[in-house]
């Protein structure tokens, strides 16, 4: 199955490329990888609790495209590099001042005085002629500071590249059967999904939605927006690459073509490599979050490039059409699950070129317009954000509260009868320390056997109350002098934040404060 996708984004779009990172200034990619969409999904379906019960389905059955320029009905695709201009008469048309945007006669080969590449990285058909298009971009300036003051850091300045808000894209999502209610699911109505870097900085967030679904990769085309012409039955085996393309040998090396036995394996028709070939290699690219590693780097054939391929036994209509149907129904070679490996078969480009080109934004919707999720769904997310939320602030509390133990427990003499007091006295056994921490800990306030030592004020207290006086507490009885200890160090700025989420605040404090500070007077005696 197939679902095609649209995406706009409303924010810049910040998807780091390789180049130049000089200047500080790190460049962004003009498409959307399929492997960020990949990752988006995952996240939305993740979040929806739906990853882990099809998890396998989802990591070998889903593949998605590479997300390319709409407009004006047609999607944009890379430029294929056996196409030819002449720099300086394509200057001089594009000078031209003409009502009907003018026309450029393109050349097939690198031959003469046309060598030089199309100014248009994306190109459509329409109209029997070729139009392009070009992603806008814009620059940010940011700050970054350095608070660690005995760090070798400097205060730096820098901006990135983005693909300006408002663009629209479109892409393939290919996945197995089993998935169909999954996507159903998640594509009943608009997402708002974060794509690419530096989401907390006021980059990627995206407007995806669904526009239709196939169970063939012709009619996802057609919905897709790719509209062109094929060479009918013809001698050779032209192939375009749509994206960057990985292919080994069958030694495991990668190699700068489709390897002629591939082709063969997938086909059942043999062919021969032909010389001409229009290509650039680049290399692979990519992030893994949960290895916190850069993948390696692979040397790929660039989308764009076109391999020509020579029949031995030329293939009759239906194994033509078998053949089209094998090689363009899925993608091919390595690291398919990220994009790579989209070919196109025997397309017929126009030679001529538009020269004005087309223009794939859209007016951004006003955010009282956007369709938000309902009540109960939006309540449902704030509660699971705010308990990230708090979840993340657990190592702060914990230091701020072995920060109030250390204190107090080393004041020792200077504590007065009028102030707040922590008394754990160094007689206490390990053992004896470790039982009343389980007891804290697991709440089992009346399954412990009282022993003298939790009547002694000097033994244990908080602000004069002993062990048996805090369990009371504990159990919901008041106790004006432990209250009073609890709100002074809630009042404060600190302690307000971390206890913000808890209902019984003071008798939460109380609890955790005194857990840890037994673990430190019990790992003081070990």
């Given at each position: 199955?197939?679902?095609?996708?649209e995406?706009?984004?409303?924010?810049?779009l910040?998807?780091?490329?390789?180049?130049?990172k000089a200047?500080?200034?790190?460049?962004?990619?003009?498409?959307?990888?399929?492997?960020?969409?990949?990752?988006?999904?995952i996240?939305e379906?993740?979040r929806?609790d739906?990853?882990?019960?099809?998890?396998?389905?989802?990591?070998?059955?889903?593949?998605?495209?590479?997300?390319?320029?709409?407009?004006?009905?047609?999607?944009?695709v890379?430029?294929?590099?056996h196409?030819?201009?002449?720099?300086?008469?394509?200057?001089?048309?594009?000078?031209l001042k003409?009502?009907?945007?003018?026309?450029?006669?393109?050349?097939?080969?690198?031959?003469?005085?046309a060598?030089?590449?199309?100014?248009?990285?994306?190109?459509?058909?329409?109209d029997?002629?070729?139009?392009?298009?070009?992603?806008?971009?814009?620059?940010?300036?940011?700050?970054?500071?350095?608070?660690?003051?005995?760090?070798?850091?400097?205060?730096?300045?820098?901006?990135?590249?983005?693909?300006a808000?408002?663009c629209?894209?479109?892409?393939?999502?290919?996945?197995?059967?089993?998935?169909?209610?999954c996507?159903?699911?998640?594509?009943k109505?608009?997402?708002?999904l974060?794509?690419?870097?530096s989401?907390?900085?006021?980059?990627?967030?995206?407007?995806?939605?669904?526009?239709?679904?196939?169970?063939?990769?012709?009619?996802?085309?057609?919905?897709?927006?790719?509209?062109?012409?094929?060479?009918?039955?013809?001698e050779y085996?032209?192939?375009?690459?749509?994206?960057?393309?990985?292919f080994?040998?069958?030694?495991g090396?990668?190699?700068?073509?489709?390897?002629?036995s591939?082709?063969?394996?997938?086909?059942?028709?043999?062919?021969?490599?032909?010389?001409?070939?229009?290509?650039?290699?680049?290399?692979?690219?990519?992030?893994?979050?949960?290895?916190?590693?850069?993948y390696?780097?692979?040397?790929?054939?660039?989308?764009?490039?076109?391999l020509w391929?020579?029949?031995k036994?030329?293939?009759?209509?239906?194994?033509?059409?078998?053949?089209?149907?094998k090689?363009?129904?899925?993608?091919h070679?390595?690291?398919?699950?990220?994009?790579?490996?989209?070919?196109?078969?025997?397309?017929?480009?126009p030679?001529q070129l538009?020269?004005?080109?087309?223009?794939?934004?859209r007016?951004?919707?006003?955010?009282?317009?956007?369709?938000?999720?309902?009540?109960?769904q939006?309540?449902e997310?704030?509660?699971?954000?705010?308990?990230?939320?708090?979840?993340?602030?657990?190592?702060?509390?914990?230091r701020?509260?072995?920060?109030?133990?250390?204190?107090?427990?080393g004041?020792?003499?200077?504590?007065?009868?009028?102030?707040?007091?922590l008394?754990?006295s160094?007689?206490l056994?390990?053992t004896?320390?470790?039982?009343?921490?389980?007891?804290?800990?697991?709440?089992?306030?009346?399954?412990?056997?009282?022993?003298?030592?939790?009547?002694?004020?000097?033994?244990?207290?908080?602000?004069?109350?002993?062990?048996?006086?805090?369990?009371?507490?504990?159990?919901n009885?008041?106790n004006?002098?432990?209250?009073?200890?609890?709100?002074?160090?809630?009042?404060?700025?600190?302690?307000s934040?971390?206890?913000?989420?808890?209902?019984?605040k003071?008798?939460?404090?109380?609890?955790?404060?005194?857990?840890?500070?037994?673990?430190?007077?019990?790992?003081?005696?070990?």
């Open positions: 199955m197939y679902h095609v996708i995406i706009i984004n409303r924010e810049p910040k998807i780091g490329a390789g180049g130049n200047n500080q200034i790190e460049p962004s990619k003009d498409h959307i990888p399929g492997s960020t969409i990949r990752g988006a999904i996240g379906l993740d929806r739906m990853f882990q019960k099809q998890k396998n389905q989802v990591l070998l059955g889903m593949n998605c495209y590479n997300a390319y320029p709409f407009g004006q009905e047609e999607l944009f890379p430029a294929p590099f196409l030819r201009v002449n720099k300086h008469e394509w200057r001089k048309n594009k000078m003409a009502e009907v945007a003018p026309v450029y006669e393109l050349s097939s080969n690198s031959s003469g005085q060598h030089n590449e199309l100014e248009y990285r994306y190109v459509a058909i329409k029997d002629r070729l139009i392009g298009t070009k992603v806008e971009k814009e620059y940010r300036l940011h700050h970054n500071t350095h608070k660690k003051h005995d760090e070798q850091k400097r205060e730096n300045l820098f901006r990135y590249q983005a693909i808000p408002g629209v894209f479109r892409s393939l999502i290919q996945y197995d059967d089993q998935l169909y209610d996507f159903q699911t998640i594509f109505e608009s997402l708002f974060y794509l690419g870097g989401k907390g900085s006021g980059y990627g967030l995206c407007e995806v939605r669904a526009i239709g679904e196939a169970a063939d990769v012709e009619k996802a085309n057609h919905i897709l927006g790719l509209t062109y012409k094929r060479m009918s039955h013809p085996l032209q192939i375009t690459c749509l994206s960057d393309s990985l080994r040998n069958e030694y090396q990668p190699v700068p073509y489709i390897p002629e591939y082709i063969e394996y997938l086909t059942g028709m043999k062919v021969y490599r032909e010389d001409r070939q229009y290509i650039q290699s680049g290399l692979t690219e990519g992030y893994n979050a949960t290895w916190r590693a850069r390696p780097k692979e040397t790929t054939l660039k989308a764009g490039s076109v391929y020579r029949w036994e030329r293939p009759n209509e239906l194994q033509y059409q078998e053949i089209i149907k090689m363009e129904g899925r993608l070679g390595f690291r398919t699950n990220d994009g790579y490996g989209w070919l196109a078969v025997n397309w017929h480009y030679h538009q020269i004005e080109p087309a223009n794939c934004h007016e951004l919707r006003l955010k009282s317009e956007i369709p938000m999720p309902q009540s109960e939006l309540e997310q704030r509660t699971q954000i705010v308990s990230i939320l708090f979840q993340g602030l657990e190592p702060a509390k914990k701020w509260l072995n920060f109030i133990c250390s204190r107090l427990l004041e020792g003499d200077l504590q007065t009868e009028h102030a707040h007091t008394v754990i160094q007689h056994k390990s004896q320390l470790q039982r009343m921490e389980e007891v804290l800990k697991d709440k089992k306030y009346g399954e412990f056997m009282e022993r003298p030592y939790h009547k002694d004020n000097q033994m244990l207290s908080i602000n004069r109350c002993n062990f048996i006086e805090i369990i009371t507490y504990l159990r009885q008041e004006s002098r432990l209250t009073s200890f609890a709100q002074h160090y809630l009042n404060e700025r600190k302690g934040l971390l206890y913000h989420d808890k209902e019984d003071e008798r939460e404090f109380i609890r955790e404060l005194l857990i840890e500070a037994l673990y430190i007077r019990r790992r003081e005696k070990e």
